[in-house]
């Protein structure tokens, strides 16, 4: 009979977990909510906060939940803590847990910060001499100075998230599970926490993550699942998933374009085609591999229109542009006022993220600019370079 290999079995194991609240938005909701619950019936009226959620997360694995707010992410660890019960699915937990969600949560505000150490490390299964041991490192870690002896409710979000921190970090749970964390507190302080994590990591502990931050889930998780809707909307590799999420919100968050009144613009675009793709949804292109930017534009006056091709980053900060006056490219006549061009880029040197090509037609002197279209670029994969581009480059002895 073979065994099962304990330090390979998950730490945590979510299946179909759901959440269902009832509907409080009137007058007599509350009443109808409790009469029924007393009566042993479901609320009539009932909103899914959670649907169907399931993953897991072995030893020294560590996963990224993202999602916009309202998607259900802190209700989602709120569940997995065992702070609430499920509506439905399952939570099984193996393991030492640390959990740093909401500010202050677990912290009593009348006692001071050292009482609410004292009173953790208690609930976590420290004895009074192990915490002894541990709390001039805890006093270090939190650098809150002498608020330490002060009642917590006199505290800056700031420094309650220090103090949380810092205990955590003397305990070193087998999964630490953290609700934004990183997002309170002053940057060094945030780069202390990142220098923690990597050691944590290194060593390997295993991590639940929640965090408006790609940066920080990209630098610190290796998968990231994004609810959106209280439901999975991609489950993954973290560079595929956070990508995903980027361009969405970039198409999410472009102004519609308004129509143009028949007769005013001299110039336009019918459409435009990245590597063949003509619908306006994201186009993956590999770095290094070829990116063919087919355009047709119309004129009103029969003259051939100047095409502008740029790229930005999904920040929007520019990364490259140029248009056919510039390079002296004349565009394939098609008749009827209509004008093709293409532009290729052979071996394409962005790093990968997520982009936007933007292209505007000119009028031939290159001077007016009429319309604009955007469509989304995504350059998969991951590299640890800085910045928007890969520039060629090798490394030799120094003379």
């Given at each position: ?76 660890l709120k569940l997995i803590t065992g702070v609430l019960t ?314």
């Open positions: 009979m073979t065994g099962t290999n304990p330090a390979r079995e998950p730490l945590l194991a979510v299946s179909g977990l759901g959440k269902r609240y009832p509907v409080i938005g009137h007058r007599g909701d509350r009443a109808h909510a409790l009469w029924d619950v007393l009566r042993g019936r479901a609320p009539r009226r009932m909103v899914e906060v959670l649907q169907d959620v399931s993953f897991e997360l072995r030893p020294g694995e560590s996963l990224g939940i993202i999602g916009e707010n309202g998607a259900g992410k802190s209700t989602l499920p509506s439905s699915g399952q939570v099984q937990r193996r393991g030492r847990i640390g959990a740093l969600l909401e500010l202050g949560a677990g912290f009593h505000p009348e006692y001071s910060g050292r009482e609410n150490v004292r009173m953790a490390a208690a609930l976590h299964g420290l004895s009074a001499g192990e915490l002894a041991k541990r709390m001039d490192q805890i006093e270090a870690f939190a650098d809150i100075g002498n608020y330490l002896d002060e009642p917590v409710k006199h505290y800056s979000s700031g420094m309650v998230v220090r103090l949380g921190f810092a205990l955590v970090s003397s305990l070193r749970p087998e999964l630490l599970i953290t609700d934004e964390v990183l997002a309170v507190g002053d940057e060094s302080f945030q780069k202390k926490c990142i220098r923690w994590l990597d050691d944590y990591l290194g060593s390997g502990g295993s991590l639940l993550l929640v965090s408006h931050s790609m940066y920080h889930v990209q630098k610190l998780c290796q998968r990231a699942l994004w609810l959106q809707h209280g439901q999975v909307q991609a489950l993954g590799e973290v560079h595929d998933v956070t990508q995903r999420y980027l361009a969405w919100h970039e198409h999410r968050q472009r102004p519609e374009r308004a129509p143009e009144a028949a007769g005013v613009a001299d110039y336009g675009i019918d459409w435009v085609a990245l590597n063949g793709e003509h619908d306006d949804v994201p186009v993956s292109v590999a770095m290094g591999d070829t990116l063919a930017v087919d355009v047709r534009l119309r004129s009103n006056d029969a003259r051939a229109p100047v095409v502008l091709i740029g790229l930005v980053r999904a920040d929007g900060t520019p990364v490259y542009g140029v248009s056919s006056e510039m390079d002296g490219a004349s565009p394939v006549s098609l008749g009827d006022g209509r004008f093709a061009y293409r532009l290729q880029f052979p071996a394409l040197s962005l790093l990968p993220g997520s982009y936007q090509l933007r292209v505007h037609p000119l009028d031939p002197e290159g001077m007016r600019l009429f319309d604009t279209i955007e469509r989304q670029l995504i350059v998969p994969g991951t590299a640890r370079e800085f910045g928007l581009v890969r520039l060629p480059h090798t490394w030799t002895h120094a003379p």
